[in-house]
């Protein structure tokens, strides 16, 4: 039976690794391939590496850190950051990276998504989409550039785009969740789960293994992604790289059947 | 030599280090001059089926490779679109495949799967060997290995079917006729699991 997945997700800036809190104040936290060494040992499911500074510099992605992430990596490895071109994202293919995620560019040119997907296949193609809470209620709009520019759409609206246009797997990242680390934004999960028929990853507010539990049990298969969760420990935030054994996913996930 | 096919496509550093970390010496082959000293063959593939054959077609290779797995016989293992790639055609693409496996690829029909699923398929998910093929020894049926499509084998012969995975329908995830073998998976991602098939492969 298909399981869910709980994936890290790690931010580069300037070659080493921060944790932000609402996509503000990056904390270093480490070395980007020292990490991936720690997660290969945990066998984690999967891995999310996002370089936050690329789209704001308005820089290439940096090809020779992916080269090496992707060398490094036992597990399936998705990329993000300054991705606005199709022949960007076949480059990082054929770096050895399964998945390349594009936010920007998506919004800017959707057919970017469908240009990307008849070259490295759908399967490949992820939309990473910042959603940010719009004053009181239940509206969200999808911001780029490291949370600084609205783009005035809707996530329901932008994921079905860009479903459309072919895109393989959608991760929804809440600007107002992250680093935050009181649980996940399950109401904006339900709105776009209920209106795509994609793979859903989710980012941001993760604080315990119980919120990933409780993401699991109100959506069943789910990409349920985290920083801080997997990379700090205790009240302090002291830095340490951290993910579940695979007893205690089992665990997880059996209860969340059984109760399910 | 286990020889990997680098043509563009696939993750030819992922397979490279599991076999690093086992100790089995490998080499990777860009040209049909690098396939000589070739005893075994990696076949990765991701992407899009026409994009994956094009590449391969211009590679230099498919003649050599053609003459090593159909004349020679070499054990040869197709990964993901690899493996889809060995069939005969597939719905994703109108070119021919290299029709290694009597098979053609299928999409996954959202209206016949039995239970809500999404596509494409992504994650860890378990098979079911129904033979005791040495390439799946030693790999019980919780081995769980990482899954990234939209598209499946569907092979004309069941005998060539090696393992199935249940994913709204139950469907082929790893075939084998004669020397040729197929994995729908990513076994170079699938930490212990996958590692144990390529040493597998290794020792066929």
Known sequence: ?260 | MITIIDYGLGNIRAFANVYERLNIPFIVAKTADELKAATKIIFPGVGSFDHAISKLNNSGMRETLDKLVLNHQLPVIGICVGMQMLAKSSDEGILPGLAWIDGTVKKFDAAVLKSKTQLPHMGWNTIHPNNDNPLLLNLSNDSRFYFLHSYYFKCNNQNDSIATTEYGIQYTSAVNSKNIYGVQFHPEKSHQWGIQLLKNFAKL
């Open chain 1, 1 to 260: 039976m298909l399981r869910p997945r709980i994936i890290p997700c790690l931010l580069v800036k300037d070659g080493g690794l921060v944790k932000t809190v609402n996509f503000t104040n990056p904390k270093y936290v480490g070395d980007p391939i020292n990490a991936v060494k720690i997660f290969n040992e945990k066998e984690v499911d999967e891995l999310i590496v996002l370089d936050i500074d690329a789209t704001v510099q308005n820089r290439e992605p940096d090809y020779v850190i992916i080269k090496n992430l992707a060398a490094e990596c036992r597990m399936p490895l998705c990329y993000g950051g300054g991705v606005k071109t199709v022949e960007q994202v076949e480059r990082i293919i054929s770096l050895g990276v399964e998945k390349v995620a594009m936010s920007s560019a998506a919004v800017s040119n959707p057919r970017i998504v469908a240009q990307a997907a008849e070259i490295v296949g759908s399967q490949s193609v992820v939309v990473v989409m910042d959603v940010k809470k719009t004053g009181r209620g239940c509206n969200y709009d999808v911001w780029t550039h490291n949370a600084s520019k609205p783009t005035g759409q809707s996530p329901v609206d932008f994921a079905k785009r860009v479903e459309n246009f072919g895109a393989g797997e959608v991760v929804i990242n809440s600007i107002d969740r992250d680093g935050v680390m009181k649980g996940y934004d399950l109401d904006l999960v339900k709105v776009i789960r209920d209106s795509i028929s994609l793979p859903i990853t989710v980012l941001g507010g993760a604080g315990t293994i119980k919120d990933i539990a409780a993401l699991i049990h109100n959506f069943g298969i789910i990409g349920a992604a985290a920083g801080s969760l997997f990379v700090f420990k205790g009240i302090y935030r002291a830095v340490l790289i951290n993910y579940p054994s695979r007893a205690k996913r089992d665990a997880l996930i059996n209860q969340v059947r059984q109760d399910g």
